[in-house]
């Protein structure tokens, strides 16, 4: 019976995903991290998930948004949004620095993931500047309102020491009318900057 040594140095090194690089199992044909075929290493990998947070990314959590809102209206249920934004100090100057805002995107996507609920969804809409879109399923004005200052509590705390500082926009949609993602990531953004929520679809 050959040693225990002698089978491990005969078992097949790992192999890596041409596109993401990730390890992909044994007889795999397809990286269960990016979607491509593991045989086609000029492939592009299926850009759901974000690789700097681990959320969705700005291609894909728009389409969420819209399978939602349609549940909600189909169902008769509010759903709420919030836009999470990472901003310079009051009166500073936006800092032109990649890295600095990578680091405070994922700052940000892990104080945004450990605050919100199972069923709500958090993705990166923009990373100049940083910011996450937070889904809220059935959750009505009240709801998403406590959601807001529970989110901008932590994503303050965890941002402060790298220079920046939280401010969210927030929206409830009502089940009365069929909206659209861009309508509602509009409605978002100017609550953002109004510091007032946006009642929409009554």
Do not use: W
């Not at 995903?17 to 290493?41: Q, Y």
């Not at 959601?147 to 009502?174: D, E, F, M, P, W």
């Not at 861009?182 to 007032?196: D, P, Q």
């Amino acid at each position: 019976m050959p040693a225990l040594g002698d089978l491990l140095r005969r078992r097949p090194e790992a192999t890596k995903c041409p596109a993401c690089g990730n390890a992909l199992p044994a007889g795999s044909v397809f990286c269960p991290s990016c979607g491509i075929r593991a045989d086609e290493p000029d492939a592009q990998p299926l850009h759901i998930v974000d690789r700097v947070t681990g959320l969705f990314n700005d291609r894909f959590i728009r389409p969420v948004l819209e399978d939602e809102l349609a549940r909600a209206h189909r169902y008769g249920r509010p759903v709420g949004v919030l836009l999470i934004e990472a901003r310079m100090p009051d009166g500073e100057p936006p800092v032109d620095d990649v890295a600095a805002d990578e680091e405070t995107l994922k700052q940000m996507a892990a104080a945004v993931a450990g605050t919100l609920r199972d069923v709500d969804t958090p993705g990166v809409l923009a990373r100049r500047p940083p910011q996450l879109l937070a889904i809220l399923p059935d959750t009505d004005i009240s709801g998403t309102a406590h959601a807001a200052n529970r989110v901008v509590h932590s994503v303050n705390q965890s941002v402060t020491g790298i220079g920046r500082k939280a401010a969210v926009g927030l929206v409830c949609v009502h089940h009365g009318s069929r909206l659209r993602a861009g309508a509602v990531i509009e409605a978002a953004g100017r609550s953002l900057r109004s510091g007032r929520p946006e009642l929409l679809g009554r």
